[in-house]
């Protein structure tokens, strides 16, 4: 099972500085989910919706520095020192703006999950009302997965910059989207589940593949787009992808291809790739503005 952990991040140029675990600035920490003593879940209510998340690439050991250099070159940054105390994890950091793309190296993966960060410890609780699950405890954040299986943890809001897009050539290009690959049977579930647990606003779909998208308020890190699965997909949980924002797919998918990707087809508006150590990931259209 993989180590979860509490995120807090202070930009201070030219480095991320990751605070160590229990440090927030001046304000108590999110504690362990905060179950009573009878074990259960206790009852208050997130008062602010979530702003900001964190992807985290997660990777086994023997690949991640592969890992590592593949998606620094893909994001135009490098790749920071293992976090204090905890080196499983590393940073991609931005020339300006805060990290919110980092590196968890463990027995699991490749596979992608994101860190929530919500205002205070009732947002465990009212996350569990709505279906997730409390799969842990920790000094400051909370592992949780939701109802149809995807991992994502909890951690304390802060105050962020987000990074612009970077400049390849002659176009632009940056994270802007998490992709929630749900298969049939799960996707109506985590649909409503994803819509009510951040409280973002909601555009509706146009297609059956597509429920529809999650816009955090503007300027936050990135969206989330809900995504029925095929039925000849053999997933039987809820995962995640991630997915560039380019002003132009063709050229952003030619340079990635240069960097070790390997080209898997296109779709409607978006080229599906798959990075050097088995991961796939998708250019997309979407503005590298987003959100």
């Known amino acids: 099972m993989e180590r979860d952990r509490r995120l807090r991040l202070d930009k201070s140029p030219p480095a991320v500085v990751v605070r160590a675990r229990g440090e927030v600035a001046d304000r108590p920490v999110m504690s362990s989910c905060y179950h009573n003593r009878q074990g259960h879940v206790s009852e208050a209510f997130v008062a602010e919706q979530a702003q900001w998340l964190h992807v985290f690439i997660d990777v086994a050991a023997d690949v991640s520095d592969e890992s590592a250099s593949?998606?620094?070159?893909?994001?135009?940054?490098?790749?920071?020192e293992q976090w204090p105390g905890?080196?499983?994890f590393r940073s991609f950091t931005p020339p300006a703006g805060d990290?919110?793309?980092?590196?968890?190296?463990?027995?699991?993966?490749?596979?992608?999950?994101?860190?929530?960060e919500v205002p205070d410890r009732g947002s465990a609780d009212r996350l569990v009302r709505l279906g997730a699950v409390i799969t842990g405890y920790g000094d400051g954040w909370c592992p949780m997965r939701s109802p149809g299986g995807l991992p994502f943890c909890l951690v304390d809001r802060v105050d962020h910059g987000r990074p612009s897009a970077q400049r390849f050539a002659q176009h632009r290009?940056?994270?802007v989207q998490i992709c929630i690959d749900s298969p049939p049977k799960l996707h109506d579930q985590e649909v409503a589940f994803w819509q009510q647990a951040t409280g973002w606003r909601w555009q509706a779909g146009t297609s059956e593949e597509f429920a529809g998208?999650?816009?955090p308020p503007t300027s936050s890190s990135a969206q989330l787009l809900l995504q029925r699965l095929g039925s000849d997909d053999p997933t039987t949980a809820v995962r995640a992808h991630i997915d560039l924002g380019a002003d132009d797919i063709e050229a952003e998918a030619a340079r990635l291809v240069g960097l070790g990707a390997k080209r898997l087809g296109p779709?409607?508006?978006?080229i599906v790739l798959r990075d050097p150590v088995g991961m796939v990931f998708c250019?997309?259209?979407?503005?590298?503005?987003?959100?």
Do not use: C, M
């Open 213 to 215: 998208k999650l816009y």
């Open 99 to 116: 990290s919110y793309i980092h590196q968890q190296i463990g027995d699991h993966g490749p596979r992608i999950h994101f860190d929530l």
């Open 283 to 291: 250019v997309t259209g979407n503005s590298p503005d987003d959100p």
């Open 173 to 175: 290009a940056r994270l």
């Open 267 to 270: 779709g409607r508006g978006w």
């Open 86 to 88: 905890h080196p499983e």
């Open 70 to 80: 593949f998606w620094s070159a893909v994001l135009g940054w490098p790749v920071g």
